[in-house]
């Protein structure tokens, strides 16, 4: 069964760290693009980065331009997982995180079209 399932929110005091960790079963990531979206209360689904397969564009990276120098994105072939690793984080940046995986491997800002998705964790940065 495939599978995508996030973990590592939680709250967080504004300038704090977080590290979201996205796990595969049933497929390997390694193939696949993997975004991370977040989802505010009353706003649009957002992309906030993703990291192309390892046989396409040799795993370049895309950060949205709310998060560049603050957040960085990564894989560990071996757990099969993807990270976000978040740091100086803002009261902003407080949303539900998904995971996404995107069988074309390529990667893409937008939702449309990435196959997968996790069930999201929450992230709230506040004081």
């Known amino acids: 069964q495939v599978q995508l399932v996030e973990s590592g929110g939680g709250l967080v005091q504004p300038g704090g760290s977080l590290r979201l960790s996205c796990a595969a079963s049933?497929?390997?990531?390694?193939?696949?693009?993997i975004g991370w979206f977040r989802q505010a209360p009353g706003k649009e689904r957002e992309g906030v980065s993703y990291?192309?397969?390892?046989?396409?564009?040799?795993?370049?990276?895309y950060y949205a331009d709310s998060v560049k120098g603050r957040f960085t994105i990564s894989r560990d072939s071996a757990k099969n997982t993807v990270y976000l690793q978040m740091n100086s984080l803002k009261p902003e940046d407080t949303a539900v995180y998904y995971c996404?995986?995107?069988?074309?491997?390529?990667?893409?800002?937008?939702?449309?079209?990435?196959?997968?998705w996790g069930q999201g964790t929450q992230v709230t940065v506040s004081s």
């Open positions: 996404a995986a995107d069988s074309s491997g390529i990667g893409a800002s937008v939702a449309i079209p990435y196959d997968y």
């Open positions: 990291i192309s397969s390892i046989s396409s564009s040799d795993g370049s990276t």
């Open positions: 049933g497929f390997t990531l390694d193939y696949y693009a």
